[in-house]
């Protein structure tokens, strides 16, 4: 099983402030085949990014995803009030596909 | 609108069962592999069962192997879930979602409560 495990924990800034989270894999993620998602209090998870750097439908540039084989980045570059949330990347390259523990961006 | 919309939550006592009920529109249903999702109070994501657009393929994880039934009636657009043998630690909030190896639709989610 493909472990992914996300850094920080806890991502404390300000709005304005570019948000870097990083997701290591235990192996390597074949083809980029990495997603991330945004989940606030209350509501369900939403794709931001899939295949390591394509962004959904109706997500703004100010959120990137790259990076490839064992770590991978999802850079937010100015954060707005609605981006504070805990952020979550998931594997989809071998079974089971796993997700990461998250990473909480917070207010600082 | 696309909409993935659950059904059939509640409390439910261990060892009891329950049948969750996942109603797509706004897209074609048939053409996607749909899979079921749970968080825990406070805690993070963890993928429970898998099944592809036809309905012939499944999995699930280890935590609910033999236990849960993932099926599917794609002439009602609907995704199901049996859930048996119920424990305190399947309560969680569950939510279905197409797949298309990452997972693009999600519905609210529905709350599952396992307790005497």
């Known amino acids: 099983e493909v472990v992914l495990t996300q850094s920080p924990g806890t991502l404390s800034l300000s709005p304005g402030e570019r948000a870097t989270l990083s997701c290591r894999a235990s192996?390597?993620?074949?083809?980029?085949?990495l997603a991330w998602y945004q989940q606030k209090p209350g509501q369900a998870p939403r794709l931001l990014i899939y295949?390591?750097?394509n962004r959904a439908t109706g997500i703004p540039d100010t959120f990137s995803g790259s990076g490839s084989g064992t770590d991978f980045t999802l850079t937010i570059t100015r954060l707005e009030p609605e981006d504070f949330a805990v952020y979550y990347c998931?594997?989809?390259?071998?079974?089971?596909?796993?997700f990461g523990q998250g990473t909480r961006v917070e207010i600082k | 609108e696309v909409q993935l919309l659950e059904s059939g939550g509640g409390l439910v006592q261990p060892g009891g069962s329950l049948r969750l009920s996942c109603v797509a529109s706004?897209?074609?249903?048939?053409?996607?592999?749909m899979i079921w999702v749970r968080q825990a109070p406070g805690k993070g994501l963890e993928r429970v069962s898998g099944?592809?657009?036809?309905?012939?393929?499944?999995n699930y994880a280890d935590s609910v192997e033999g236990r849960y039934t993932i099926s599917r009636d794609n002439s009602k657009n609907t995704l199901y879930l049996q859930m048996s043998s119920l424990r305190a630690d399947d309560t969680a909030v569950y939510y279905c979602?197409?797949?298309?190896?990452?997972?693009?639709?999600w519905g609210q989610g529905t709350q599952v409560t396992v307790s005497s």
């Open positions: 979602a197409t797949s298309t190896g990452y997972y693009g639709i």
């Open positions: 706004g897209f074609t249903f048939s053409n996607y592999g």
């Open positions: 099944i592809n657009n036809g309905g012939s393929v499944t």
């Open positions: 192996q390597s993620v074949s083809s980029g085949k």
């Open positions: 295949g390591a750097s």
């Open positions: 998931q594997q989809y390259s071998d079974s089971p596909r796993t």
